[in-house]
């Protein structure tokens, strides 16, 4: 048989694309698929193209707003596990583990979570906290895993392609601070084998329901799979500041930030600053890639609340769609939110506590309610000083 396309001589290997009978180079060069398998059984990985790094940033960034460095860093670390997860490259290029280092609430997790999405991978996140060392109670390193395997659907080869997201990496290190120092070096070791390539026993039993079963273990491969870990890595930066001998001289005092300089400091962390915090130096390298976040500006906090797809204003605009009436928020609300949100220095997570606050009286009375066209809040609602401005069927404005 002839390839279409090249007109070369391909024997029995040949793919069907389109109406057309072509060879598995023409099909690599025109759709950028990649053909797996063995023998003569070819499949397209996932029937995917691959994303570019810029592709995945234009995707990311509908959903995550600020941090610029952060994912462009991640896009491409993305871009190569492509790659690798193809065959594409070659097995001497290596893995490109992250460790991003920033304040709770700065949008890690979420981050990584809209990556995955992205390509269309498998993803697990977990908290390094709730991690123990085989023989102690609690969740095992391998059971990481175990769960990436779950959310793959029982299925080895797409589980060793997932993305695992391991927060609060910080809890791990033995500081003064750090009151849980039984087992966590043990913990580092452990998931210093599994970042660098292992098999890891597991078990289909402990699938999720409507999955069959067989009880058989099964082996997955970790070498694939992408890790980025994550944490504040609070006082890092004056781990930081003291072996670049900065003190209050350039500005890196005790509360940078309130300066706003503790993403620029951290950005210039080191192995060494790390392994001062108490990170175990192997550990570190199989984390060649850090980047470092920066707390969330007023700013920020505001588009976050209305402006980026699936922002927190519009899903509350949502459920008051259901209820027949529609719901505005003036700027000045949404600029009010955002300062009690950034008061609480919880980062993103306390704009759904805060919107929660500002909704939950509303969606308590007015659902079934059939009076009502639409919901005018403003700054006084939000700080309490006034009720929402509400506009009635065929009626004039009046308050409730």
């Known amino acids: 048989m002839r390839c279409d396309f090249c007109d070369m001589e391909a024997g029995k290997n040949m793919i069907h694309f389109k109406?057309?009978?072509?060879?598995?180079?023409?099909?690599?060069?025109?759709t950028g698929f990649y053909r797996r398998g063995q023998g003569n059984k070819k499949e397209a990985y996932n029937g995917r193209n691959i994303l570019l790094p810029q592709q995945l940033y234009d995707r990311?960034?509908?959903?995550?707003?600020?941090q610029e460095d952060a994912k462009k860093t991640l896009c491409v670390a993305a871009y190569i596990h492509q790659l690798r997860i193809r065959g594409l490259v070659s097995e001497n290029v290596g893995k490109s583990n992250i460790l991003l280092l920033g304040p709770t609430g700065s949008g890690k997790t979420y981050m990584v979570n809209s990556l995955a999405k992205?390509?269309?991978?498998p993803f697990v996140s977990i908290s390094a906290a709730s991690l123990t060392e085989a023989g102690y109670a609690g969740e095992s390193v391998s059971g990481v895993i175990q769960r990436l395997y779950a959310a793959a659907g029982g299925e080895i080869e797409k589980a060793e392609t997932g993305i695992v997201f391991i927060d609060e990496i910080d809890k791990l290190c033995v500081r003064g601070t750090n009151t849980k120092t039984v087992g966590v070096t043990g913990v580092q070791q452990e998931l210093l084998t599994m970042l660098e390539g292992t098999?890891?026993?597991?078990?289909?039993q402990f699938m999720t329901i409507g999955i069959q079963t067989s009880g058989t273990q099964r082996m997955i491969n970790t070498s694939k799979i992408l890790f980025i870990c994550g944490g504040a890595f609070p006082e890092l930066e004056n781990i930081v500041a003291s072996r670049m001998d900065c003190g209050n001289r350039i500005g890196?005092?005790?509360h940078p930030e309130e300066k706003g300089e503790r993403r620029d400091i951290l950005s210039l962390v080191e192995n060494e600053d790390l392994v001062q915090f108490g990170m175990i130096p192997e550990l570190i390298g199989r984390l060649p890639v850090k980047c470092a976040l920066s707390a969330l500006s007023l700013e920020?906090?505001?588009?976050?609340?209305c402006d980026c797809k699936g922002s927190v204003i519009s899903q509350y605009q949502e459920l008051f769609y259901a209820c027949g009436v529609k719901l505005e928020v003036s700027e000045d609300a949404v600029g009010e939110m955002a300062k009690k949100a950034k008061s609480s220095k919880t980062g993103a997570r306390a704009l759904r506590s805060v919107a929660e606050e500002t909704f939950h009286r509303l969606l308590f009375e007015i659902p079934g309610r059939s009076d009502i066209q639409k919901l005018i809040v403003t700054k006084e609602f939000v700080c309490g000083e006034d009720d929402v401005m509400v506009v009635k069927k065929m009626t004039a404005v009046s308050g409730v």
């Open 19 to 30: 109406g057309k009978e072509i060879c598995q180079q023409c099909a690599l060069a025109i």
């Open 60 to 66: 990311i960034s509908e959903y995550v707003i600020g």
């Open 118 to 121: 992205a390509l269309g991978v």
């Open 199 to 204: 098999e890891i026993d597991v078990d289909p």
């Open 252 to 254: 890196f005092g005790a």
């Open 300 to 305: 920020e906090m505001k588009k976050i609340l």
